[in-house]
């Protein structure tokens, strides 16, 4: 479980106040940090431990932990945008759970190697993003067929 002492004074070093709705945020999101959530997700565990709080407020905060790296935006698909709390300033990516939204580490990065095979006076990569996608080992042994694996 990560230290949400931790998260908090990195959020204070990064120049932002730590808010009441800050650290209720961090402490959320500090029991679960394994896991990718959507804003839709987030208002809802945010909203049933603190009943007043708004979804345009969850949006700003989310976006300000964005900004001072404590949290990490995966576009999922085309259509879907998660929240993970940042594990770590390295590098990484990550393999990420289809049916529950569990994550693992990658410390491997594909980039090294594709990067080999282009050929820079055509093209320069600045950045990428590399998130693979299945099950983790609980939800595959509990799929059915039905959920075309």
């Given amino acids: ?52 709080t708004t979804y345009s407020t969850v949006y700003r905060n989310i976006e300000v932990l964005e900004q001072a790296g404590i949290i990490k935006k995966v576009v999922a698909s085309r259509k879907a945008v998660k929240y993970k709390l940042e594990c770590c300033s390295e590098h990484h990516h990550h393999v990420i759970c289809k049916k529950c939204g569990r994550t693992a580490t990658v410390d491997f990065c594909p980039a090294e190697f594709i990067s080999t095979l282009s050929d820079s006076e055509t093209f320069i990569i600045t950045d990428h993003v590399f998130e693979m996608y299945g099950y983790c080992r609980k939800c595959f042994k509990n799929l059915s067929r039905k959920d075309n694996i």
């Avoid at 990064?14 to 800050?22: A, I, P």
């Avoid at 959507?38 to 208002?43: F, K």
């Fill in 1 to 52: 479980m990560y230290d949400s002492c931790d998260v908090k004074s990195k959020l204070r070093k990064s120049g932002y106040r730590l808010t009441s709705q800050r650290e209720n945020l961090i402490e959320i999101l500090c029991e679960e940090p394994d896991y990718l959530f959507s804003l839709n997700d987030i208002y809802s565990k945010v909203k049933s431990h603190y009943k007043d």
